[in-house]
């Protein structure tokens, strides 16, 4: 822990309130104690640093200028929102980040007034604060609305949708661009930063208006505005913004507060929208987060000092290299696979494929919906592409999968990462919805691998499937220590696998729960009540050969699923359904993930909130086959 003996001043604040009033000066030493505040408490939670470090003085700022939470504010994503949530009243339970029970990583709602608008995915700012500008104008209210949006948010198409229909309505909002990456015209110099506070002041705008009416008579409103654009474009990067009906602001250095805070002050003023470019460093004040490669974006526990982060002990490969090596030793024989993300090269194992193949391998940015339309074209076109998008982030691609890759049946392969719960990042991040979703779609194959060895030949058979889109999906983080054929081979389509031979209970996995399946069939064997487990491997075309036996040869039929309900135990409800094998008195059970949004915790917790760890799936049987004892199994569990 760091000494924080010198927060004198922000011992004091508890909303932001309590910043109305204060000189510069007291707001710089609040900054800078926000900024230790925030990178001591991330180093005993972990989370997202980097970004956080690049706000603190514009958050500051805003809160300092506006009427917070009357004024709405906004953050996209919400992975730079830690300074935000310490001056809005939260910075007592600050040190629960991302912990069971403690605050979310995120914005959030239910959280604080303070966050009128949940985040976690990109781009969604601008859109939301532009319903809260249209809600206020309605309800005849005068509040300001403020939304702040990074650089790589913008790369999504949401954005620009956004800034058209803001630009078109004119409504009374702020955009504050946080530029931390690319530059359009870096703010160096004194002019710089007095160009940028006397284009937001009151006097250059009576100037332009006065000017606009003295050449408008003279059919010369056109060629001025474009003449003043073109200056104020050259030298500050602003034309795009005002073409879209924004009044551009910028750029200033968004670690001065000497130029924010009259900046923010004069853009309070007007009654149009603005855009406020802001350019900051990722990481900055905290040497160890501005000289890393990603400027410490997500980070583990670490000691403060040295900025070292705590290393998990070396285990089995992650799901996502594996994907990734699996892939790369396919495109050594074949020059037609290519891969595609959506700003997470390494996150999806991508980054290995890039190194291998930099000319076959694309990041389209926070763009997922170009992603699918890219890789459909690319398949039209006789390429195997593979597209890997965590499970979450597809959804925002789904129209593009349904339109422009199933139903013109493309062979599009989709490497869908970060399946089923995913801990501290909560809700937002939980691949929960797939199997449904893309289960729904006809000539879709899905699979889910259930180990490291699985995911290595489901890569493999996608890339045989050459009439029809393809999906597998595999959980974050370590596979299970098993080991990966040197030459994976493809799978029968449709055709799962029996892992263990019982009599009375069938338990059928999708997915990464087979440890678990196989640790309850110890638990009833135990009891002598005799279980089979079989992998599903694919949830369509679903193994109906062998799905009819389970059901046929066993008193009671399990489904176990990493996955919300509506998915694979569905589609084994229909199936059996529709062949008549629920006539004769089978009892089935559908375990799933519950139908709930789980809060953030650790993974092994949310399964057992979830009820899909070995003893649930356990007792379950029990009470299905009415034969055994639940707390013998309870026992078990716990010995």
Known sequence: MTDLKNTRLLDDVHAPDDLKGKSRDELKQIADEVRQEVIDAVSVTGGHLGAGLGVVELT??????????????????????????ILTGRRDRIR?????????????????????????????????????????????????VISVIGDGSMTAGMAYEAMNNVGGDQKRQVVILNDNDMSIAPPVGAMSHYFSRLVS???????????????????????????????????????????????????????????????????????????????TQKGHGYAPAENSADKYHGVSKFNVVTGEQQKSKPGAPKFQDVFGNTLVQLAETDDKICAITAAMPSGTGVNLFQKAFPDRAFDVGIA?????????????????????????????????????????????????????????????????????????????????????????????????????????????????GVEIPANPTALDIGKGRVVREGSSIAILSYGARLQECLKAADMLAAQGLSCTVADARFAKPLDAELTERLAREHEVLITIEEGARGGFGAFV????????????????????????????????????????TARHIAARAIEALGRGDVSEIERFASA
């Open 573 to 612: 409800l229909h199936h059996l359904a529709d062949v008549g094998a629920l006539d004769q008195g089978l009892r089935v059970r559908t375990m799933h993930l519950p139908d709930t949004f789980q809060d953030q915790d650790k993974p092994e917790l949310m399964y057992d909130e979830a009820g899909l």
């Open 368 to 480: 997922e919906q170009h992603a699918v339309t890219m890789a459909a074209g690319m398949a039209a076109d006789g390429m195997k592409p593979y597209a890997a998008i965590y499970s979450t982030f597809l959804q925002r691609g789904y129209d593009q999968v349904v339109h422009d890759v199933a139903i013109q049946s493309l062979p599009v392969r989709f490497a869908i990462d970060r399946a089923g719960l995913v801990g501290a990042d909560g809700p937002t991040h939980a691949g929960s919805f797939d199997i449904g979703y893309l289960g729904a779609l006809p000539g879709m194959i899905c699979m889910a691998a259930a180990d490291e060895a699985e995911l290595a030949r489901m890569v493999v058979t996608a890339n045989e499937i050459d009439d029809r889109p393809s999906a597998f999906r595999y959980p974050r983080g370590e596979g299970y």
């Open 96 to 144: 629960t980040l991302r912990q069971g029970g403690g605050l979310s990583g995120f914005t959030k709602r239910a959280e604080s007034e303070f966050d009128p608008f949940g985040a976690a995915h990109a781009s969604t700012s601008i859109s939301a604060a532009h319903g809260f500008a249209t809600a206020r104008d309605i309800q005849g209210n005068s509040n300001h």
């Open 60 to 85: 500051v700022a805003i809160h300092a200028t506006y009427d917070t939470p009357k004024d709405k504010l906004i953050w996209d994503v919400g992975h730079q929102c830690y300074p935000h949530k």
């Open 201 to 279: 002041s009151r006097s250059y705008r009576g100037l332009r208006k006065f000017a606009k009416s003295v050449v408008s008579p003279m059919g010369l409103a056109n060629p001025a505005r474009k003449a003043e654009e073109y200056l104020r474009g050259f030298a500050m990067g602003g034309t795009m913004f005002e073409e879209l009906g924004f009044y551009y602001v910028g750029p200033i250095d968004g670690h001065d507060l000497d130029v924010l805070l009259p900046v923010l002050e004069n853009v309070k003023q007007m009654q149009r929208p603005v855009l406020v470019h802001v350019v």
